[in-house]
């Protein structure tokens, strides 16, 4: 059997251009949505690190915070204290040290700028609250709120909240032991 | 492409004669050729399309998954704040309400950052009005979908150890860290026997007034607390006058306060025992327990002096190394 080119006809030879066109279109269409998929991912990707490192300088902040004393709220410590323009934390000895304690980029206990985190800021706010609602208060009912907050700019990435009340007091802190 | 032309004239050797007619020569085609060209084009297509498909959905599935155990961390965290900070507002209670073991409910929930929280005392065997029993604190914190449970072991502070701030207090070694409230004033130190055999101090006195003893503390009381203070005294001699003490605190402007009580004393040993509150509103320098006596007398004998945090029996403290979290 002779099977002759001409019985496929000239349009049937082969890819057409249009065919070719079209499926160029298609991958390319695909390759450039997938890609600006992928540059997507990778910009949710890097916010998620950098959340991820917001919170783990939030919770370095925070366990500092908790791990000084209430204070007295009659002192007027907390009501004229203003932290922004200390350089290091290492003479604190309350919280009422570190109200509205601010640096950017965050710095260590001693005042060292932490390397990797420029563009990252950290502030603490120290309130008065209310034992049974929780809410803000301007006198003082034994309750202190913490909140330490994270920002790259002016994104927040992170933020703690705890509280502490004059009732706390660590055993082993005070220098009491445990009769048996 | 596979087809396969036999008549080609490309397909015969060269200078070799192909002796066929044209009509018996064959041509074979593995399939039918277009079509094979046409939808191994649209398979190459398709691939190619769900390939790059696939990696974009699984780029956006992994994110969706890091993100989501980043929230699931960060929820976790803050809940486990919560609990601790539930833990905290129990230990106020129980300074605050004395009544607070009748009560062995949940209490009510609060709102704090984007979650709740809340607490309730357990006994643990005996009941929550046992003085000498252990009590669990469980503190519950919520954050979005996390939940976190705390729990700590205490104890009534009534239970705790003396700790007394007071240094030298049964005069044991003598005057020792203690020192004449005026410095002009006569100190002697006598071994006159105290109920308990130990010695005791003798201010004499030498005409002035505030005759007394006083030593300074290291730790600074904080103001609003209740301290416990007390001594044993007696007057040598067969008389009867006021004793003063308590505690003196010194200002940076060198202004002072004094919190102090009165008690009649004569020529018995008496344990003469009150409480005093600073309630100053600036940070003193110094703060110093003293004992004195005003009235013109010839010596006051003092021992076992005490200063110590008022240890209200209601009040919980946490027993160290008993934290426990639990996870969900």
Known sequence: MIASPHHAGPHHAGITLIETIISVLIVAGLFVAAVSTLGAARSAESRTAERLHAQALAEDLISEILAQPYDHPTAPALAVADASGDTDRLGYQSLNDYHRWFSSPPRTPDGTPLTGYDGFSREVEITRADPTTLASTTTDTGVKRITVRVRRGDLLLAERVALRTAAWAEPQLSGESWRE | ?328
Not at chain 2, 184 to 194: G, N
């Open chain 2, 1 to 328: 492409m596979d087809q396969r032309i036999t008549n080609h004239p490309r397909a015969t050797a060269p200078g070799a004669t192909d002796k066929r007619s044209p009509r018996s020569l064959s041509v074979t085609a593995a399939s039918s050729p277009h079509r094979r060209c046409r939808g191994s084009v649209y398979i190459a297509v398709l691939g190619a399309s769900m390939l790059v498909t696939l990696i974009g959905v699984s780029a956006v599935m992994a994110v969706r998954v890091q993100g989501r155990e980043a929230e699931a961390a960060r929820s976790a965290a803050a809940a486990r704040d919560h609990a601790r900070s539930a833990i905290e507002l129990a230990l106020l209670e129980t300074r605050t309400n004395p009544d607070w073991a009748n009560d062995g409910d949940w209490r009510p929930a609060r709102s704090i950052g984007r979650g709740w929280l809340t607490y309730r005392f357990e006994p643990d065997g005996a009941g929550l009005d046992d003085d000498d029993a252990t009590v669990w604190i469980v503190g519950v914190g919520a954050e979005d979908d996390a939940l976190r449970v705390t729990r700590v072991a205490a104890r009534r502070r009534a239970n705790l150890p003396d700790a007394n701030w007071v240094a030298n207090s049964d005069m044991s070694r003598g005057s020792l860290g203690w020192e004449l409230f005026y410095p002009d004033d006569e100190l002697e130190y006598t071994t006159q026997s105290q109920t308990a055999g130990q010695g005791s101090l003798m201010m004499r006195h030498l005409g002035g007034n505030f005759v007394g003893l006083t030593q300074d503390l290291e730790t600074i009381p904080a103001a609003g607390e209740t301290f416990d203070v007390a001594a044993d005294v007696r007057l040598r001699d067969s008389e009867t006058t006021l004793v003063r003490f308590g505690l003196l605190l010194t200002y940076p402007d060198n202004s002072q306060q004094l919190v102090i009580a009165a008690f009649n004393a004569d020529d018995s040993w008496r344990r003469l025992q009150t409480a005093v509150t600073p309630l100053y509103t600036t940070d003193p320098i110094r703060a110093s327990v003293i004992v004195l006596v005003i009235d013109d007398i010839s010596a006051v004998l003092v021992d076992n002096v005490h200063f110590q945090p008022r240890r209200d029996r209601h009040q919980l403290v946490p027993v160290p190394a008993t934290w426990r979290q639990d996870t969900f």
